[in-house]
């Protein structure tokens, strides 16, 4: 017991010692983001489809470990934040505001809408974040918006978010995790959880689940969100639908690669108010069944490209558990393309991740999260509640 709880010393602190690496958040443009395109191994398809050689159709890859190969330089858990805190025009913000400074509750309505779409972000066939490890953590800061995630639980791979801006007095809570299965010719991944959303001055909370991802591997390789997201306010009444959709399954991309249609009502009545159509990765409208006025509601290339790279501004308060640092030695790999460094860095924390599991098998530890509590039921699965009223300033932030 003594020589486990010393080796768990040890363990953090190497973890201490390691230098913070961050990367260009995922953009708008997948086939031009550095992520996707300068950090990618050559022959990527043949490798990826060589993976799924001895996988059997419905199984769970949860668990499946990935080389450096097919990964980007940042975890699942920074990419999850990135949706939060990386956004050009401040569209959380303005849900508190209304559009046009038009605070009326349909007006901010309009605007979370606008902003839940925001959150889905294009990627790229082939390629994709490290499983974070249990008890990592991201801490960024942009202007007043704090953002804190943790990974509470590493099966099934939950994430929190926690995220506030005091001076608007705006808090948003995410619990989230995916479920990804291989189906033959693609792997659909499941996103469970939802998103929370609280506008606090005009006591209003808007809940909202998310697109799932979907990987085609025949005959056109490519991935897309999929699936109808619901938003709900239950002290507006007010409520939205959307739908998510794909190209067809054969040939390229169509005009309905990245579309999405629906509607806004009243729950009460079921009367549209506005029709929204568009595409998320460029121009969303809502127009008025009434006067068929049209107007545009999101404008991704204005909220979505050209994110600029967090920096970290105080060294000292990086946490050991961050994802910069956790990843930092395997970031360095993958962005210099030095395949070896990569994969021998992150055998490195997958081993001594058994070695923690088994430590806490043998003293009968159960891992506690430090910044969330986690619940579960069968009926509504897991759920996350963070213990801190307001997420501090963050060592992380995004310039201006």
Same mark, same amino acid.
């Given at each position: ?20 690496v961050l990367s260009v958040p995922l953009s708008l443009d997948d086939e ?53 805190? !990386? =956004?050009? %025009? ?13 605070? *009326? @509750? #349909? ?33 960024? !800061? =942009?202007? %007043? ?13 939950? *994430? @929190? #978010? ?112 506005y029709e929204i159509a568009g595409h998320w990765d460029k121009t969303v ?116």
């Amino acid at each position: 017991m003594e020589n486990d709880q010393e080796e768990l010393k040890e363990m953090r602190n190497r973890a201490a010692d390691k230098e913070a690496v961050l990367s260009v958040p995922l953009s708008l443009d997948d086939e031009e983001d550095l992520n996707n395109k300068e950090y990618r191994a050559p022959n990527l398809v043949k490798r990826i489809l060589s993976l799924f050689t001895n996988i059997r159709p419905g199984s769970d890859l949860t668990r499946l470990q990935l080389p450096p190969l097919f990964n980007i330089p940042k975890s699942q858990l920074q990419c999850y934040g990135e949706l939060a805190y !990386s =956004n050009n %025009n401040d569209l959380l913000r303005k849900c508190a505001t209304g559009i046009e400074e038009i605070n *009326s @509750a #349909l007006e901010r309505f309009l605007c979370v809408v606008a902003w839940s779409i925001s959150t889905v972000r294009p990627l790229a066939f082939g390629v994709t974040p490290f499983n974070p490890i249990l008890g990592e953590t991201h801490h960024v !800061s =942009n202007a %007043n918006l704090n953002v804190l995630l943790e990974q509470v639980s590493h099966h099934p791979p939950v *994430s @929190a #978010l926690h995220a506030t801006d005091r001076t608007q007095n705006i808090e948003t809570i995410w619990c989230h995790y995916v479920i990804p299965t291989f189906h033959g010719t693609y792997v659909e991944g499941k996103v469970h959880g939802s998103k929370v959303l609280k506008l606090l001055n005009n006591s209003e909370t808007y809940v909202m689940n998310s697109p799932n991802l979907v990987m085609r591997l025949f005959p056109v390789p490519g991935v897309e969100s999929l699936g109808n997201v619901i938003i709900r306010c239950r002290e507006t009444g007010l409520e939205a639908e959307l739908k998510y959709k794909g190209s067809a399954f054969f040939g390229r991309r169509s005009s309905m690669h990245r579309a999405i249609e629906g509607r806004i009502y009243r729950s009460s009545s079921m009367k549209t108010l506005y029709e929204i159509a568009g595409h998320w990765d460029k121009t969303v409208t809502a127009k008025d069944p009434m006067n068929g006025k049209l107007r545009i509601i999101y404008n991704a290339k204005e909220a979505i490209a050209g994110l600029k790279t967090p920096v970290v501004k105080n060294p000292k308060g990086l946490w050991a558990s961050e994802s910069a640092v956790v990843w930092g030695e395997v970031n360095k790999g993958i962005m210099s393309k030095n395949w070896d460094k990569a994969r021998e860095a992150k055998s490195l924390i997958e081993e001594q991740e058994r070695k923690l599991v088994k430590i806490r098998a043998s003293s009968d530890n159960t891992w506690v999260p430090k910044h969330f509590t986690l619940s579960y039921s069968k009926e509504t699965g897991w759920d996350c509640s963070p213990i801190q009223r307001w997420v501090p300033p963050a060592p992380i932030v995004v310039p201006p």
